[in-house]
């Protein structure tokens, strides 16, 4: 199957009352085309990154009332799991959707990782760029425009706080034409991994 993008449809899923309802619909709708994309890049994201990157998509298994506010799939060097290291991600709010470098709390040697990115963030500055997104919580929609966001408050914060998060990369909203067009997209989510992959290798001490 070729990835032909996202439609309206895709991001109205999360608007269906009812957990089973909506879940249906994210398996039905989303995952398939989480796993187009991922023929299409996974091969370039091996090669990027020096690792072998396995794809995960989310179960939302541990939900029993509460339907996902969205859903994603994660590239990861960890077949089993990729929560516990650093990992990307391609996913969907009802409003947008993201691509992300992510660092989130169960992520055991944060810290490490924290320090590491303090101690490069002149070339980390200087590197991303500036429609680049941060945010400190995976769960929640927001996120912050690089150039407004304090780095090393932000890093600092993911060094000392037990809960800490980083997600980095881009947003993009619903009716960007972008995400209609598969071949363009893929480009996008390309670039922007290629764009993360310095910074993926830090934190994976390379």
């Known amino acids: 199957m070729t990835f032909e993008g996202f439609v309206k449809q895709d991001f109205e899923t999360f608007y269906i009352d009812g957990l089973e309802e909506r879940m249906e619909a994210i398996q039905t709708r ?10 299409a890049i996974i091969d370039h994201l091996s090669d990027i990154t020096n690792y072998d990157m396995h ?14 506010q969205d ?17 990307f991600q391609i996913g969907l709010f009802d409003d947008h959707l993201f691509i992300w470098l992510a660092y989130i709390y169960e992520l055991p040697n944060k810290q490490a990782i924290a ?6 963030i002149d070339d980390i500055e200087r590197n991303i760029p500036n429609d680049f997104v941060v945010s400190l919580d995976h769960t929640k929609k927001d996120a912050a425009p690089i150039a407004e ?14 809960k800490a998060e980083f997600l980095i990369g881009r947003h993009i909203k619903v009716d960007d034409p972008i995400l209609t067009d598969g071949d363009a997209l893929i480009s996008k989510i390309k670039e922007t991994f290629e764009t993360l992959t310095p910074l993926y290798k830090l934190s994976m001490n390379d």
């Open 30 to 39: 989303i995952q398939p085309k989480f796993k187009e994309i991922s023929e």
């Open 55 to 68: 794809l995960h998509i989310a179960k939302h298994a541990r939900r029993t009332v509460n339907p996902p």
């Open 71 to 87: 859903t994603w799939s994660a590239y990861c060097h960890n077949k089993r799991g990729y929560k516990k290291h650093p990992h």
């Open 115 to 120: 320090k590491t990115f303090l101690d490069n």
């Open 149 to 162: 966001v304090d780095l090393t408050k932000a890093l600092e914060r993911l060094e000392n706080v037990k």
